[in-house]
């Protein structure tokens, strides 16, 4: 017979006190084990629990919606539950908490079991003894936290290790890292909403609902080492792409702070733009005026892509900045941010300023604010929402807004009205700082500057940078099938991916190439990708549309002179090439294999 001491406590301390009580001592009399039950309701403590009852029992109980002191409890097993399920699963919830101790010697058999016993885990459950688990519910309030509880008393029953990342509505807490990751047999994520799983690729992936997780937790587990599948298949392939896609991922691991901040915001923009923008494009196929006649296809392109994406670019970058400072917290102050800087015409300068500023009010205010756990729920619906959009929007329309409202006109009407001189001067230098780092932080300096001019309608600094972002990979695709002495086999064999990357607008094609000769390789890709910027720029070519490579070409109207755009392409790529024929040194025959099986073949 086990002996069990429980706790029941309701936030109201009435109804499902008493009843989660009366339900839990009749069951666990039924089930022919002794319990203690103390009542905390709203006239105090009843039937208070003795420290020799305490001492003497095998295991504590606590079915309580509210926080309790569990000191007295010190070094005893502890099962929760909420008074809920006390009263509407009891017998599950008794079980759950006698799985965690050996039942006495003494034991009386159970009575009418509510369901059979759980079978003994498969031998893959009991070798799988490393444990990551995601939680997640659609409010990511309640059933997040008692997921991740659940699992980790599960685990803990049978002797397994297990490390849960919640993502709730304050945000991920207790992220996963790296290492856990990668020291994993098994990966659970019970999830109610989407969860990025791209962090797992390669490993065992079980995922269920929320709910069977809180209702089941060993069950759960047992099918996640019966039936887990390996996600997105291994890792690490060979070829250019990979390499391309591990210097990134590289990348992306060492960008902390404001940059990071910004990054993810502008990724989150990137779509709008590039849909809107392309919809503009094809209003402008049936006049470039043609949109102004109500109740016309070209009208409503233009209403779908500059009505609809365009107004939400910048709500959308200010929202993921802060959504990145601050987690889901910050994402409502963000947006409204957003949109207050358009309203005010600040831009995506306001829009920027309106991220970072809802970002770190929301940080501080959900870091800062505490409340009693009875209301903790009201948090994330009703006090951050609040307070953080009250602050930011505050900030943006009497602080914020007129100044930076004033410095974009004012950056507008400068670059519209550049001269032939300064405007190549700046396709030159956004050009150069396009190749310098390919896809590095100056690299999205450029790329950003250039985007957030779209939405104040000056479009040709975008035109060239995506040109000059495009001839590092291509200039050095075509030295490689030139000057194949210049190149290893895996050079040349990878000079046709990055060919597609540098055609794709994927500047990082050219990073392995430039990793393993970066003096050479470097100055001569900057010398190109600026004559390139600079070319647009003088050719007056306008880009509606911030990604696409050259198949954006093909669009109607996405791009202004489009012979004079590819002429600048054309020469920036065999500019590079020459540069690179001339700087790089014909290598010995063993690095290039182009004497294997035939004779020599004199050097180029």
């Known amino acids: 017979m086990t ?72 070094g005893k097993p502890v099962h929760r539950a909420t008074t809920s399920d006390a009263v509407r699963h009891t017998g599950a919830v008794l079980r759950a908490a006698l799985s965690q101790v050996e039942t006495r010697p003494d034991a009386a058999p159970q009575t009418a079991p509510e369901t059979a016993p759980p079978s003994a885990p498969p031998a893959a459950s009991r070798a799988a003894t490393r444990v990551v688990a995601i939680t997640s519910c659609p409010t990511g309030i309640a059933h997040t936290f008692m997921a991740a509880d659940a699992l980790k008393k599960a685990s803990a029953a049978r002797g397994w290790d297990i490390a849960v990342e919640t993502q709730g509505s304050v945000g991920s807490q207790n992220t996963l890292d790296d290492d856990q990751i990668a020291a994993a047999d098994l990966v659970v994520i019970a999830a109610d909403t989407h969860v990025d799983d791209s962090r797992f690729t390669g490993k ?49 691991a060492g960008r902390s702070g404001p940059y990071m901040h910004l990054l993810t915001g502008v990724s989150y923009m990137l779509p709008l733009v590039v849909a809107g923008g392309l919809l503009i494009a094809l209003s402008f196929v049936f006049g470039i005026t043609a949109f102004e006649q109500e109740g016309t296809l070209a009208a409503a392109l233009m209403a779908i892509g500059g009505g609809g994406a365009f107004a939400l670019m910048v709500p959308v970058l200010a929202g993921f900045i802060a959504y990145s400072i601050a987690d889901r917290p910050g ?11 358009v309203n005010l015409q600040a831009g995506f300068l306001g829009g920027i300023v309106a991220g970072f500023l809802a970002g770190y009010v929301a940080l501080w205010l959900r870091d800062n604010i505490k409340l009693p756990q009875t209301l903790e729920g009201l948090k994330p619906v009703l006090i951050l929402p609040l307070l953080s959009t009250l602050i930011t929007g505050l900030v943006m329309v009497y602080i914020v807004g007129e100044p930076v409202a004033a410095i974009l006109a004012a950056m507008t009407a400068f670059l519209q009205s550049l001269g032939t001189a300064n405007a190549v001067l700046l396709g030159l230098v956004l050009g150069g700082m396009m190749a310098v780092d390919m896809g590095g932080p100056i690299n999205k300096a450029a790329y950003t500057f250039s985007v957030g001019l779209l939405t104040s309608d000056t479009y040709a600094p975008m035109a060239a940078t995506m040109a000059a972002g495009m001839t590092p990979p291509l200039g050095l695709a075509l030295a490689a099938w030139i000057a194949k002495n210049r190149f290893t086999r895996e050079e040349r064999e990878a000079s046709g991916a990055a060919a597609v990357l540098g055609l794709s607008f994927i500047t990082e094609g050219a990073i392995p190439f430039a990793a393993k000769d970066p003096a050479r390789v470097i100055p001569s890709i900057v010398v190109g990708s600026a004559v390139t910027g600079a070319l647009s720029m003088y050719l007056g070519c306008k880009l509606v549309a911030p990604h696409g490579g050259i198949f954006v070409l ?45 004779g020599a073949v004199p050097a180029e």
């Not at 009843?46 to 095998?58: R, S």
């Open 554 to 598: 093909a669009i109607p109207n996405a791009v202004t002179n489009i012979a004079g755009y590819a002429m600048a392409i054309a020469i920036g790529t065999v500019i590079t090439t020459g540069l690179l024929m001339v700087l790089k040194k014909p290598l010995p025959d063993a690095e290039t294999g182009l004497n294997e099986g035939k």
């Open 331 to 341: 994402l409502t102050p963000g947006l409204i941010g957003g949109m207050l800087a």
């Open 204 to 252: 065992k992936v079980y995922k269920t609902s929320v709910g069977a997780a809180v209702k089941g937790a060993a069950k759960v587990l047992d099918e996640a080492a019966a039936n887990g599948a390996v996600l997105g298949g291994t890792p690490g392939s060979a070829g250019l792409a990979s390499q391309v896609a591990e210097a990134k991922a590289k990348r992306s």
């Open 3 to 74: 002996r069990i001491v429980a706790v029941t406590a309701c936030a109201t301390g009435i109804a499902h006190t008493h009843m989660a009580a009366e339900a839990l001592a009749e069951t666990a009399r039924r089930m022919g084990h002794d319990i203690r039950i103390e009542r905390r309701g709203s006239g105090g403590v009843e039937n208070a629990l003795t420290a020799a009852e305490i001492a003497d029992a095998d295991i504590v109980l606590l079915a309580t919606d509210i926080g309790i002191d569990e000191a007295a409890f010190a």
